[in-house]
């Protein structure tokens, strides 16, 4: 006896189901390569930094080191005097007197972080300088002019050289030639400013703050 195979009917629902999933998994497939491909082009396209004309002409104003404004070629005469003293008085015959040139050319300006910028608006900017400074000397050249020594100057300490030469170089004198040629440090520095600026904003305004002498 001859058995036939009887091929069972496929559910309709089940293929359809098969055709249904099929399509979910290819539009899934599709949506992520879309995205995937749109975040490449994204991470290739250059991106463009806007920068404002406030924040460049500042940036150029902004200088981080100390800036010479004038050099100076200066010459002093120094004059020492020294005496042996007595209760309070002179005493004759004991002085020591030492006169002495000292020339230099001499280095005053800015220090940048000393200096403040801000934009006030309408291409105007204020720059704030805290502060002048003695930023250096060069070629120093000292010699004796005259010395003059009394009878009894042996009893009298010898004037030194090295003081004198100190004290034209020390704190308080460099203060000195500061204050001195304050006017002259300040149209520099103004024309200093306004040459940065003319190359990076044409139509600024500067506004300028300086120390008191």
């Known amino acids: 006896m001859i058995k036939r195979h009887i091929r069972k009917p496929v559910r309709f629902g089940f293929v359809l189901g098969?055709?249904?999933?099929?399509?979910?998994?290819?539009?899934?497939?599709?949506?992520?390569?879309?995205?995937?491909?749109?975040?490449?082009?994204?991470?290739?396209?250059?991106?463009?930094?806007?920068?404002?004309?406030?924040?460049?002409?500042?940036?150029?104003?902004?200088?981080?080191?100390?800036?010479?404004?004038?050099?100076?070629?200066?010459?002093?005469?120094?004059?020492?005097?020294?005496?042996?003293?007595?209760f309070g008085q002179d005493i004759v015959g004991t002085n020591r007197q030492k006169i002495m040139q000292a020339s230099f050319d001499a280095e005053l300006g800015i220090d940048g972080k000393d200096v403040k910028i801000t934009a006030t608006g309408d291409n105007t900017y204020k720059i704030t300088v805290k502060k002048f400074i003695f930023i250096g000397y060069s070629n120093p050249n000292f010699k004796v002019l005259d010395e003059h020594n009394g009878v009894f100057s042996s009893f009298t300490a010898d004037v030194s050289e090295t003081e004198m030469i100190n004290k034209v170089l020390d704190t308080k004198a460099k203060q000195k030639y500061v204050a001195k040629y304050n006017n002259l440090l300040k149209q520099s520095t103004t024309d200093f400013y306004r040459n940065i600026v003319t190359a990076t904003n044409p139509k600024a305004k500067l506004i300028f703050a300086f120390p008191e002498k």
Request: charged fraction near 20%; hydrophobic fraction near 40%; aromatic fraction near 2%.
């Open 18 to 86: 098969i055709i249904i999933s099929l399509l979910v998994g290819a539009g899934i497939a599709l949506a992520s390569y879309k995205i995937s491909h749109q975040n490449n082009k994204s991470n290739l396209t250059p991106k463009t930094q806007t920068v404002s004309q406030d924040t460049l002409t500042v940036k150029s104003l902004t200088k981080e080191k100390k800036i010479v404004m004038v050099n100076l070629g200066l010459s002093e005469i120094l004059n020492e005097k020294r005496t042996t003293k007595l």
